[in-house]
């Protein structure tokens, strides 16, 4: 059989890929625990009816699921089965199945793939990993969490090292009592024009708004007045202000952005701004809308978004479980920087020590010098066959493993580390020595719980 | 629109267990690591194509993807997809596609969810995880491979803390040599009998040689006796020697088994044993093979299992590509301790302390607070509104939250933490207090590489 051709749209990493990959996933997951987000997986299989609850025309992006060969009476055929297209709707229908037995405010996190059946296209993957924080709660969500969002993709894009981003915040509440103010019947269809500003420019803005909903050209100036507030600072509700529109849902709006741009004032000047052109195209939003970008790369969409939606658990329950949530995307992210030359795939291995193996060596000794360094943390490995000495130390180079280990033959001398990039080499106790933190790579280190995860037997 | 109901045979957690499958996850990740094997992620959807390519009839096991509305000229519906039902077929289709950018010997290993379209009933499931670790080499796999498999399995099943487990080891050469050596034509369809006689019994594996095989009652009784000879050392290479058959292949196979067993003699007695009668069902097994179980739980299938298998990878290359590999069955050890009731889920949150917010509180003080103590590896809440004391060190109690700290309303006076468990009160420094390293939980925590995964711009 010929190998198979790469499937356009599901991207696979070569090893050292996923390297740097796989540590932007620990460093989103470091910072989203650090903040109290539960980990959470849901089945990556949703009910067909379960997707299409949110609304829209979504059959087209959705792969169904079902039985090659399908036999009678098997219940699995009973259900029609998609694969999810985001984390938002399995989180609402995963709430109300497991109500009971929630803890609320429930603060998730979850590192996931997603599908969705697009057309193939730069930048657009039918299969990609998002990272999303989301809370739920009873009644009203505190606005400190829509405070803490921003604050933490800030730390995430941070410590990844991304080009330099911006995060851009609104408010719907915001925008709709403007609209409402103005006397527009349906300024959720405003919203949505409003926000393609950055695809279709002032002009086509103008048009739509005219052509589609009849909008006197003052009502139209006041819309785009609005769209072109920015602000670093809490100064965009002067220039709100300024417009003359008053009521109590652009009030509640204007404290709730306010609210969030003064809780974000510490991060570094030019990262966060009030921005009243953003809307974020789902109908779901009901407070705060984030966007993060990158200031670099204008044709690149958004590297995280989200925002606060009040009655989407609601869908299922009769109950009010309004929340907030952010979505990274990175696979989008990576394929980005992949495309930009900027990833660097040094390492496609997590082992810090090869230990040579010589033609007489011991192999039971040479396990046991291993097994001593994983004891202290060290990844090693012992060269799995007897090789001359530069071919072992070519497979150290070409993997990026930064040590290797020569074992001692006479018992009354030390073992002899060398580190492969200053080429420096020297004596160590295999009982002591340690990687440097520094030279620890991509691995993680898991610390082990106070609780046992299993009662004893 | 009412809650849908849970999908059978897609198992979800509740916060509190999933805490503790993850630190499961983490601790598979950190000993296949210290072993040198690099994370690797296929996609989750294959030709169909390739999946048949293993053989046996596998549509039933096979759930297709295909897009809920199709249009013209969308090329994804030109190629028939579907979810993967193990590692090992993505794994070899990967080696072919990508085999001039992979360095072999190539070790990876991958934590990930597969697929079987099969009737849901106890123990199976239909979305799974697995944890599996394979090497891939060039013309030949070092037996080094094969002895340090189970050594990882062994370390990883202890530190899950999992009721006593023991690894059966068995060799493919030595039975095909044997049942050569016995004149049996088809020596794998003796294998596929005799890896029946824990279902079966004697008896049934018997009548099966007989009816199936006609083989001889000598031959019968030959390999029965084969089938009961296990041993803790390298002794059952005697018993063999006792049977009276002799030739190379079963002499390659028995000097493998020795090797192996050999160089496991390190580990408790009683955890590994040579296990003659240990075949595993599959066709693609060529050499060692390996199938870890309970002590305890005699109805439970298998722990891990896996072996080598020399012709997989080159169904797709004309080349010579052999492997070995085991495949912890997470999901389905998950499961089996969740039903004995030995999960501790005491914990539903990674967070170690929860900051106590009065109704005066300054929230940008008890923001720096958290950001603090974030900086020193600790997982921080600030309590999300003002309330009263009771009720936040209620919420921390439900979540396992170990420690809620006090802040000072005084400039001159110290914060105050307060352990839950021990309900002792005392100052710290929140530029100094760190969580004790036995009250971590079960957060991972991340080194940061010596190379920045992302170039400079």
Not at 19 to 25: A, I
Not at 160 to 176: A, C, D, F, S
Not at 320 to 344: D, M
Request: aromatic share 8%; charged share 25%.
């Amino acid at each position: 059989m010929s190998t198979p051709k790469k499937i356009s749209g599901f991207p696979e990493r070569l090893p050292a890929q996923r390297m740097v990959e796989l540590k932007w996933e620990d460093i989103i997951r470091k910072h989203y625990e650090s903040f109290g987000y539960t980990p959470l997986q849901t089945s990556v299989v949703e009910e067909v009816e379960t997707l299409r609850a949110k609304g829209g025309d979504v059959d087209k992006e959705i792969f169904g699921v079902s039985r090659l060969t399908r036999d009678e009476g098997n219940d699995v055929d009973e259900v029609r089965l998609a694969l999810r297209f985001d984390q938002t709707v399995p989180l609402a229908r995963y709430v109300a199945q497991n109500y009971s037995n929630l803890q609320f405010p429930f603060k998730r996190y979850v590192v996931a793939k997603s599908y969705r059946g697009e057309r193939a296209q730069s930048g657009r993957f039918r299969e990609f990993t998002q990272a999303d924080i989301d809370v739920i709660d009873h009644g009203s969500v505190s606005i400190e969490f829509d405070a803490e969002m921003p604050r933490i993709a800030h730390k995430i894009l941070g410590e990844i090292g991304l080009p330099e981003t911006v995060t851009h915040i609104n408010n719907r509440k915001l925008m709709q009592g403007f609209y409402g103010g103005l006397g527009i019947s349906n300024p959720m269809l405003a919203i949505q024009i409003v926000d393609k500003l950055d695809k279709i420019g002032e002009d086509g803005v103008r048009e739509s708004l005219v052509s589609q909903m009849q909008l006197s050209e003052d009502a139209v100036q006041a819309c785009l007045k609005l769209a072109k507030i920015k602000s670093s600072d809490t100064s965009f509700a002067f220039q709100v202000a300024a417009l003359g529109i008053s009521n109590d849902t652009l009030t509640e709006g204007l404290d709730e952005l306010s609210y969030v741009i003064d809780a974000l004032d510490d991060l570094p000047q030019g990262s966060i701004f009030a921005d009243l052109s953003i809307a974020r195209g789902l109908d779901y939003y009901t407070g705060t809308v984030y966007e993060g970008k990158f200031k670099a790369y204008s044709d690149f969409s958004t590297i995280y978004g989200g925002g606060r939606y009040d009655n989407l658990v609601g869908t299922y329950l009769n109950r009010n479980l309004p929340g907030v949530g952010i979505s990274i995307g990175l696979t989008r992210i990576f394929a980005k920087l992949l495309e930009e030359g900027l990833i660097n795939t040094k390492e496609s291995s997590p082992t810090h020590v090869l230990i040579m193996r010589y033609e007489d060596s011991d192999m039971r000794s040479l396990r046991l010098i291993a097994e001593e360094m994983r004891e202290k943390g060290t990844n090693v490995e012992v060269y799995h066959k007897a090789a001359k000495i530069g071919d072992q130390i070519g497979y150290a180079n070409k993997r990026g493993i930064p040590f290797v280990l020569f074992p001692s033959i006479e018992p009354s001398k030390p073992h002899e580390i060398k580190d492969l990039s200053t080429k420096k080499q020297y004596p160590i106790d295999i009982y002591e020595w340690a990687v440097p933190a520094e030279r620890q790579g991509h691995t993680s280190r898991i610390v082990t719980t106070q609780i046992p995860s299993i009662k004893p037997v």
